[in-house]
């Protein structure tokens, strides 16, 4: 049988499971390997690393293959405003685990841990100590090494900085994401009866592999997916967007990874479908938990949420990465499957903005956990339920890694309008852009006299953000 072969039976496998998982969702949890949900849901909180918002079916990308992701989203909620606070993989990690901005946390670069005291209030270690069963599976991402005690958690498979695509000393070769689905089945198996659970699978993917040329390395059963699409070029990979960044921006480690991306056509193609096939992958890994879920009666009892821990360019403005505040590299996918919820309120997209920051005091809340009161983000609860509650209007966003190959920044977003400057260079370049009229981002209107008021409002709203995050 041909690897194509290969490809197409794996993807009509794992549609078969995808439709296997929204029948079961549409039961309203009344599936017969469920019993009836208890009052603390059991959590699986899946992280991916570098997942652009629209690398999902679910959110309309025509080449992508993700059905189980999108089977999950069609029984779920999609959150279709999903945004990080600092858009690089450490600080993030840090605010997703703790529900706090970076100016609170303090964690801006590789090499800063928690401390014991914020180590507790982060969501793992509250729901272990309000009665959960707590695993933690792959990269951890804060700080040097593992966290302050492995003994923290009562499943522990994570790692400390990138990790490896093909871990070695196994015994055999496996790749990451396979390997970490398989710990994920072992974790649901041995969960104990009679206590709820919360499983966070951190996976490396679709994060490249630093220092390989390949740079996206997926398992070969993904060799020929994708092999006859070609992957359509984002209209603002146009040159002309590029030279109209500022020269630390085009000097900045984002065109260098551009370089060795997306130079040539035929090596943008090549590394976008490594990166498509590395999601797929992801999607596949999907499909094994909820198999393990069902096998082990809990899936009518589990809530599963899937984000990223921020967004990435495919080539956009001429850059690689992520870092700055273009929406490619600031918005990433969230959907959040419930089955308690009732059907009319399953398949329903919000658009309200939601953050990084409110997925601790949200999973806590899930679990009628005590919100630690350093939090700053908000329970997604009340959206998912259906309900209409006031909701942010804006957000402060803020990149203060402490390497000058990534110039540091702060903007704010609010529904309509996208506003950043760099804090180390000019002050007077300034970028304006009015998401709703020009959602790639290609009209700087800082300097049009007619959003002058737009402009002073909104430097406004970045320094009374920035006194009240101190």
């Known amino acids: 049988m041909t690897a194509a072969r290969v490809s197409r039976r794996t993807f009509l496998r794992s549609a078969a499971l995808a ?154 070769e496996v790749h990451l994401t396979d390997l970490m689905a398989e710990q994920a089945a072992e974790f649901l198996r041995a969960a104990p009866a009679g206590r709820p659970f919360c499983l966070s699978v951190s996976f490396k993917a679709p994060h490249c592999q630093d220092g390989d040329p390949r740079q996206f390395l997926y398992a070969p059963k993904y060799e020929n997916l994708y092999a006859d699409v070609a992957v359509p070029v984002p209209p603002t990979a146009d040159p002309k967007y590029f030279e109209a ?35 797929t992958g992801v999607d596949d890994a999907v499909a094994t938990i909820v198999a393990a879920l069902k096998e082990k009666g809990a899936a009518g009892s589990t809530v599963i949420i899937l984000t990223g821990d921020n967004g990435f360019y495919l080539g956009e403005h001429g850059l690689a990465g992520k870092w700055f505040m273009h929406e490619e590299s600031i918005r990433v996918p969230l959907v959040v499957y419930d089955p308690r919820l009732p059907a009319s309120l399953r398949g329903r997209r919000r658009r309200e903005m939601a953050l990084n920051i409110d997925l601790a005091p949200t999973m806590l809340a ?46 704010v977003r609010t529904r309509r309008w996208s506003y950043w400057t760099y804090l180390e260079q000019d002050h007077q370049a300034e970028w304006l852009y009015d998401i709703e009229n020009d959602p790639r981002q290609v009209r700087n209107l800082a300097a049009d006299p007619a959003s002058a008021s737009v402009l002073a409002d909104l430097r406004g709203r970045v320094a009374r953000c920035r006194e009240e995050l101190k």
């Open 19 to 172: 439709a296997g998982t929204v029948a079961a969702a549409r039961t309203s949890g009344r599936a017969a390997d469920a019993p009836a949900a208890p009052t603390r849901p059991n959590i699986v909180f899946l992280l991916t690393d570098d997942h652009r918002w629209d690398a999902l079916g679910c959110m309309g990308n025509p080449v992508i293959r993700t059905p189980n992701v999108d089977a999950l989203a069609a029984a779920g909620v999609v959150f279709s405003n999903m945004f990080v606070t600092t858009s690089i993989c450490c600080t993030s990690r840090a605010s997703i685990f703790t529900g706090q901005y970076a100016r609170r946390h303090g964690v801006h670069g590789f090499n800063t841990p928690f401390t014991p005291e914020q180590f507790a209030d982060t969501y793992h270690q509250v729901l272990r100590r309000a009665g959960y069963h707590v695993g933690f599976i792959g990269k951890y991402g804060v700080g040097d090494n593992a966290p302050p005690s492995p003994e923290a958690f009562d499943y522990w498979k994570g790692f400390p900085g990138q990790g490896h695509y093909w871990p070695k000393d196994l015994g055999r």
């Open 245 to 279: 960044l500022p020269d630390y921006v085009r000097e900045s480690e984002a065109r260098r990874r551009w370089q060795i991306r997306f130079s040539s056509p035929d090596l943008y193609q090549q590394m976008v479908k490594g990166y498509f096939r590395l999601v």
């Open 366 to 411: 899930l679990a009628g956990a005590a919100v630690p009161p350093r939090t700053q983000g908000c329970d997604l609860g009340p959206l998912l339920r259906g309900q209409s509650p006031a909701w942010r209007e804006d957000w402060f966003y803020e990149h203060l890694f402490p390497n000058r190959i990534i110039p540091k920044s702060e903007g």
